[in-house]
């Protein structure tokens, strides 16, 4: 590269910069970038610029109506710092840095293949609830796991299990996203460890084979409900989506594919109580009952459902009475986890929500600044940025407080949300 060159390339990486600055820190929109969208969330959309060979920047989001989106910039490769910002100014600076650095680095060529780009962490959420993404977790760069359609569990060990719909069935991870296993079969909709007796048990909502599925860990199967003793189910099984275990050891199972219907069974499968269904969106009922799982917070226990199609989260009592909805507005609920008096709730259609222990929406992560993106299956790898959801799925939190996110995805989407100290942001 001449002197004439690189004059040039400064010169064009200060004018996009400059253009950034206008249109982030200077507080005006230009024209075609961001806006208010849908749902009330204010985006500036600055679209990857390619500069200097190998080098991309990431749409940010300017955080001004609770969401904290504040890019994490790490060359392909190794190559340069990992850079932090808190304000947008700050990141400015930080992206006028990694203009330079990428141009240096050119010139120096001390960098990746090219092709390559940067490996983004984004910090997502406010105050005690703020997490930031492991970039391609559980793949490598711009490769799915294979097509995701179901849930997440981890057991006592911090071993994740994912579901897939892939001859790989429950692919197995340690908490640095390497496989580690595979157990059980394809096409399972959603899945829990419960422990009894100090033993843990995969319970697996199998919507391939229309059947709830108690196994070991190793996949031995100990258990499945229909069985001999449940009786004739109201509306059938086929479409079963999610399934929880009492304090009692009944048995709760939602069909939200088909009856949407909740039914209850107690330790041995025997059909106890069906609740829920009409698909209408009245008290004590449901449409799409498509996430289920039991609330401890609070005595005695109950039953919290996402009715995905009535856009609200549930509750009822162990008996199937109707409680009351713990919060509406969201955009089809797919599942819920919790951690201490806290409850994450995945939006198909969204990000992932948390909750507080009455339903009121403490923040929003990985909300995904395309609203073409959201809720969506084919989005490719290299099309949804990274820390941003498509269609949040199933999801479940570690005994840290982090949470993995598994979208509905045809190439397999899985997040790991890593909770992190605002205070050590700074």
Known sequence: MGEGDKGEDFERLFAKLEFVVGGVVGDRFPEGFGGEDEFGVVTEEIQPLSVVGSMNLCEVDDGRRGGTENPRMEVAGGVGPVLHMGTMKATVGVLALAMVGAAMAHEGHEHGAKGEIYTVAVATGSGEHTYENVPW???????????????????????????????????????????????????????????????????????GASKLTKMTLDGKEVFTIPNEKTGEVPGGFKGITAADIAPDGSIFVAIGYGSSLIHKFDAEGKLLKSFGGGNVKEDGKCKTCHGLAIDHRFSPARVMVADRENGRVTHFSLDGEWIGVVADGLRRPTDVAFHGDVCAVAELAGGVKILDKEGKVLTLLGENPNAGQRGKNPVKPEEAKPGHFTAPHGLAYDADGNIYVQDWNSFGRVTKLVKIDPKNEQ
């Not at 790989?168 to 829990?192: C, Q, S, Y």
């Open 137 to 207: 977790w559980g793949t490598t760069e711009n490769k799915g796991v294979g097509r995701t359609n179901g849930g997440v569990a981890i057991d006592k060990a911090g071993r994740i299990y994912v579901s897939s719909d892939t001859p790989e069935g429950i692919m197995i991870f340690d908490t640095a996203g390497k496989r580690v296993g595979k157990v059980g079969p394809t096409k399972v909709h959603n899945l829990i460890i419960r422990e009894e007796d100090g033993v843990e048990h995969l319970w697996i909502a199998d919507n």
